[in-house]
């Protein structure tokens, strides 16, 4: 029987510009730094010792133009949509804009761009557990479409404004629902 990890611990970025960096990630995550010097730095945002490193090696190579083989992105989960929609209003009241909205279908998800041009997805589960969102992926929507669809999110806001369930607003639109 293969031992599995209990979670995932942290994410560790090299950086040419840690200031930068860090303060880029406090400000969206509401993460603080528990330990820095000049050519690194570890942040948490909860009770993890630190969930995000950053070394900034004085012969870091300038990153390539374009999509390149490797790490993609990172993504941090809210507790609920009106939670991501909070933060989504305070990063755009401080010029910092998603790149793309998508409703995934298992999560609503924001993308947005650190300074470095890492991609970083803020999202809300759609499903109560695991299991859940899990089963739904195996059905004909995600197999159809396993990206999902553009979403505006002055529509969610308007449609939680309306009293619209937000299980019913977490709905893929191209998704059947019996």
């Known amino acids: 029987m293969t031992i599995r990890p209990i979670r ?6 090299y950086t040419a510009d840690l200031k930068r960096m860090c303060d880029w990630y406090c400000t969206v995550l509401g993460a603080e730094v528990v330990n820095g010097n000049d050519f690194i730095a570890f942040l948490t ?6 969930r995000i490193a950053l070394i900034a090696p004085p012969d870091i190579a300038p990153r390539p133009k374009g999509p390149t083989v490797g790490f993609y992105h990172s993504a941090f989960t809210y507790a609920g949509l009106e939670d991501l929609l909070e933060t989504h209003d305070r990063l755009r009241d401080l010029g910092i804009m ?3 909205t998508i409703n995934h279908g298992p999560t609503i998800s924001l993308y ?10 803020l999202q809300v589960d759609r499903f109560e557990n695991a299991r859940d969102a899990q089963e739904w ?6 197999t159809a479409n396993p990206i999902g669809i553009d979403l505006d999110v002055e529509d969610l806001r308007r449609r939680l404004e ?3 369930p937000v299980a019913s607003i977490m709905v893929r639109p191209d998704e059947v629902v019996s």
């Open 98 to 100: 998603p790149r793309r």
């Open 137 to 142: 992926m195996k059905g004909a929507a995600f």
């Open 112 to 121: 947005y761009t650190d300074p470095d041009g890492n991609d970083v997805e």
């Open 8 to 13: 995932l611990a942290h994410i560790v970025f």
């Open 162 to 164: 309306q009293g619209e």
């Open 45 to 50: 945002y909860d009770d993890e010792h630190h």
